[in-house]
């Protein structure tokens, strides 16, 4: 996978955050391509959350550069994010049970057909995107009118991934995106997560299940205490080995960005 000639779509470099005397970031460095999976992963405390919540915009960087494309950005809020075509599916999934798929995919950006007072929510205009976009990533689901309430875990997860795409974003998060589901919804949300790869997005999983990152990522970013361990190949590195660089039980990267040896005589593979 030769990607180190490309243009990442985001890379951030130097991040470092602070919540008083607590250093939850410190140089940190990150990026994603189109086109790939980047699976972030770490111990509790690590600062996976904090890292993501900087790329949607809850918490604004003390210190880094972020790049969008190649160019310089600052993103101080979520509609900065949202504006360079970042999108953010947490845990809770924000989906409201009362509504249908439509509705919840069209929350707060409804499509409507006049102005002012006169206008008029064009249902059927939204009903056909809905449709589209999820035949388009395969989502199965009874009917784009079935009450959220009424739907497994594993489509309540698609649907949240879907109304993340529908809008065109680059590059979608997905804070455990299996967390609680069983096998056969596992797989579907897997399987979501590579259409959305092969459509071109570039993805970040962020989970503790590491079968689930094996199964979907192309690479690896390990964080450590709020600092970056290393990024390395998924195909060449081994479970023991994220395991280990997740605890300290090796060495991850030096300064000069060499990756450790494993415990099997592997040497992972850093993508620059």
Known sequence: MAIATRTPLLEMTGISKRFGA???????????????????????????????????????????????????VSISGPQDASGLGIATVYQDLAL????????NLYLGREMASGVGA?????????????????R????????????IALMSGGQRQSVAVARS???????????????ALGV???????????RLRDEGHGVVIISHNLADVFEVADRIT??????????????????????A??????????????????GNGSTPVTIR
């Open 22 to 72: 607590v250093q939850a970031l410190y140089d940190v460095r990150f990026d994603v391509y189109a086109g790939e999976v980047v699976a972030l992963v770490g111990d509790n405390g690590a600062g996976k959350s904090t890292l993501i919540k900087a790329i949607s915009g809850i918490y604004p960087v003390d210190s880094g550069t972020i790049r969008w494309e190649g160019r310089d």
């Open 96 to 103: 409201c049970d009362n509504l249908d798929v439509v509705a």
């Open 184 to 194: 056969a919804q596992t797989k579907e949300v897997l399987d979501l997560v590579k």
């Open 222 to 243: 390990v964080l450590r205490l709020g600092r970056y361990v290393g990024t390395y190949d998924a195909r060449t590195v081994s479970r023991e080995q994220v395991v």
């Open 136 to 147: 388009r990533l395969s989502v199965k689901i009874p009917s784009v009118r079935t009450r």
């Open 245 to 262: 660089l997740m605890t300290g039980a090796v060495p991850g990267e030096t300064n000069e960005g060499s990756a450790p040896s494993g």
């Open 118 to 134: 006169l206008a008029i929510i064009d249902e059927v205009t939204m009903e056909k995107r809905a449709i589209e976009v999820l």
């Open 165 to 179: 795409v529908l809008w065109e974003n680059k590059v979608v998060l997905l804070d455990e995106p299996t967390a």
